[in-house]
């Protein structure tokens, strides 16, 4: 079983930065892909980024590509999700999520989630 812990959420002005980390307790983090999710309508949550175990694959939703980077440093059980040049439609609550393999955790069916933390953008 793995706990995830979200942080680094706060208020931001349109075309900010803002780093989230998603940190992980218990056994053989390192061996799960690990991903953030925020709600959207319709749907309990829509998917943003992934990452396998190693850090060697990513995945990301066409709408952050090339301004959100999700990274992971194995040692510290931590995963980051680096957002830059934020939109007012980034606003939501971002959760950190884990499930045994990278294509299982992007369609949502994750093992383990966190509470998530709040993300404002403001324009």
């Keep these: 079983q793995v706990q995830l812990v979200e942080s680094g959420g706060g208020l931001v002005q349109a075309g900010g930065s803002l780093r989230l980390s998603c940190a ?3 056994r053989n983090f390192s061996g ?3 991903g953030w999710f925020r709600p959207a309508p319709g749907q ?3 998917f943003v980024a ?3 175990w190693s850090g060697g694959g990513t995945n990301y939703d066409d709408s952050v590509k090339g301004r959100f980077t999700i990274s992971r440093d ?3 059980n931590t995963v980051y999700l680096q957002m830059n040049s934020l ?3 980034n606003t939501a609550v971002y959760y950190c999520a884990a499930a045994v393999t990278r ?3 992007i369609t949502g069916r994750a093992l383990n989630w966190g509470q998530g933390t709040q993300v404002t953008v403001s324009s």
Excluded: P
């Design 103 to 105: 294509s299982t955790l």
């Design 87 to 89: 939109k007012d439609g």
């Design 50 to 52: 992934a990452i396998n």
């Design 32 to 34: 799960y892909a690990t």
């Design 44 to 46: 309990e949550r829509e």
């Design 74 to 76: 194995n040692a510290k």
């Design 24 to 26: 992980a307790s218990g």
